[in-house]
C-alpha cells in the first residue's frame, strides 16, 4: 500500500464580497466577471493540497483601470488569500499572491492557481487510497494510528455500505470538543442529497486514551456517518443514523463489549424508573450530554429489531436509496420531515407500525439486557 505525506487545508470560509476594479475603458468599479473569476480561484497550485472552495477566503484588490485590458490580453490580479487549520493554526493566516487572468469574449479566464505558502510548521498526513489522515507534526504517532485504524475499519463499513467509493479525510485535532464526544463529521449537506466533501475531526486527547479496540470502534462509527452522507441516503431519523453506525462499530468487537452488557442494563434500569420514555430516542437525547449514552444504546437496538424483521439488506437498501415523498395536506408530496415524520416513513417502506416498533424494542431490551454477559 503506498503511503505519502500531504499538506491540506481544513477549515476557512469562502467569502463573497470581492473589491475589483474596473478592467475595461468604461472605467466601472466593479467587473462581475472577473469578481466571479477571483471567487473562483480556490485551488493552489500544489496539487497535494486538496482544497475546496469552502475552505479558503479568496480576496483581491487593484488599482482603477490597471485591468483594462483587451480581449485576448491578460492581467495579473494581486489576491490576498486566508485559511486556519484547525490544531494547527491559532489564527488565521493570510499570504499575498498574484494570479494571471485573461480576458475572453465571454469573460475572464484563471491561467494561474492561488498558492499557499505554508510558512514554519506543515501539518503531516498519512494517506491511501481510502484513507487521508493528518494533523500537527507533535501528534504524528496519532496520525499513523487513526490512519492504520481506518484502514482497519473500512471492510466493516463497506460491507454494510458498499454504493461509497470515496475517501475518508480525517484531522487529528486539538481543538476542544465537547464532552463525551471523541469525533465528528462536518461539511455542507443538504436533504438526501450527497456531501461533497465531508472532514472528520477526531481529538487527539481521546486517541491518545483509546485502546486500538477502542479506536477502531470509533472510527467504524464515524466511517458510517461519511459513507452514509457521501453517498445520500433516504429520509431517515437521527436515531436511524447513529443506531447504524454503533451498530457496525460494535460488530467487530471480538469479546463480551460487542453487546454493550453494562449499557444494556442501564437502559433498562432507566426505563424501569421512568427515565427513559418511549423507545428509540429522538433528536434533543443526542444533544443532551447526560442522555447521549444511553441514547446510542436505544438507537442501535431499535436499528437491529428492525434487522430481525425484514433482514439487513432489505433495511439498507431502503435507506440508501433516495425514496419517494409523502403526500401533504395538498396531495402535494414531500421529503418527510422531522424525525417522527421520516420514523413514520422508514416504518412504513418496512410494513411496520410505530406501535409495533415500541412494542418489539421494549422486549428486545428486557431480552438482552437479562441475557447480557457480565462486563469484561
Do not use: K
Request: aromatic share 4%.
Amino acid at each position: 500500500m503506498a503511503v505519502v505525506v500531504v499538506l491540506i487545508a481544513v477549515v476557512a470560509t469562502l467569502l463573497g464580497a470581492c473589491d475589483i476594479a474596473a478592467p475595461s475603458a468604461s472605467r466601472e468599479p466593479r467587473d462581475p466577471a472577473l469578481v466571479e473569476a477571483v471567487q473562483g480561484m480556490s485551488s493552489p497550485a500544489d496539487p497535494r493540497l486538496p482544497v475546496r472552495a469552502s475552505e479558503v477566503q479568496v480576496d483581491s484588490t487593484v488599482t482603477p483601470g490597471t485591468l483594462a485590458v483587451d480581449v485576448g490580453e491578460e492581467a495579473r490580479v494581486p489576491v490576498r488569500v486566508t485559511w486556519r487549520i484547525p490544531g494547527v493554526d491559532t489564527d488565521d493566516r493570510t499570504a499575498v499572491d498574484v494570479v494571471t487572468l485573461r480576458r475572453e469574449p465571454d469573460g475572464w479566464t484563471r491561467l494561474s492557481p492561488v498558492r499557499l505558502p505554508w510558512g514554519v510548521e506543515d501539518p503531516v498526513a498519512v494517506t491511501s487510497s481510502r484513507c487521508r489522515v493528518l494533523g500537527p507534526p507533535s501528534l504524528s504517532a496519532a496520525v499513523t494510528a487513526v490512519h492504520e485504524a481506518c484502514e482497519r475499519s473500512l471492510p466493516a463499513v463497506l460491507e454494510v455500505w458498499p454504493s461509497w467509493h470515496g475517501a475518508a479525510v480525517i484531522v487529528v485535532s486539538t481543538s476542544a470538543f465537547d464532552p463525551g464526544t471523541g469525533a465528528r463529521v462536518e461539511g455542507a449537506v443538504s436533504d438526501g442529497r450527497p456531501a461533497p466533501a465531508d472532514r472528520m475531526l477526531v481529538d487527539s486527547a481521546v486517541v491518545a486514551a483509546l485502546s486500538e479496540v477502542g479506536l477502531d470502534v470509533l472510527m467504524r462509527h464515524e466511517l458510517v456517518h461519511v459513507a452514509m452522507r457521501a453517498t445520500g441516503s433516504a429520509p431517515v431519523p437521527v436515531w436511524f443514523q447513529e443506531g447504524l453506525a454503533v451498530h457496525i462499530a460494535y460488530s467487530q468487537v471480538e469479546d463480551g463489549r460487542s453487546e454493550q452488557p453494562a449499557e444494556l442494563r442501564r437502559l433498562r434500569e432507566l426505563r424501569e424508573f421512568g427515565r427513559w420514555r418511549g423507545s428509540v430516542p429522538g433528536p434533543t437525547e443526542f444533544e443532551d450530554p447526560l442522555a447521549r449514552a444511553p441514547a446510542y444504546v436505544a438507537a442501535r437496538l431499535g436499528v437491529e429489531v428492525l434487522m430481525d424483521a425484514v433482514g439487513r439488506d432489505r433495511l439498507v437498501a431502503v435507506v440508501a436509496g433516495d425514496g419517494p415523498g409523502v403526500a401533504g395536506p395538498t396531495g402535494a408530496v414531500a421529503r418527510p420531515r422531522g424525525d417522527e415524520e421520516r420514523t413514520m416513513w422508514l416504518l412504513t417502506q418496512l410494513g411496520l407500525s410505530s406501535e409495533w416498533l415500541d412494542r418489539e424494542w421494549a422486549l428486545a431490551l428486557d431480552r438482552r439486557a437479562a441475557a447480557a454477559p457480565p462486563s469484561p
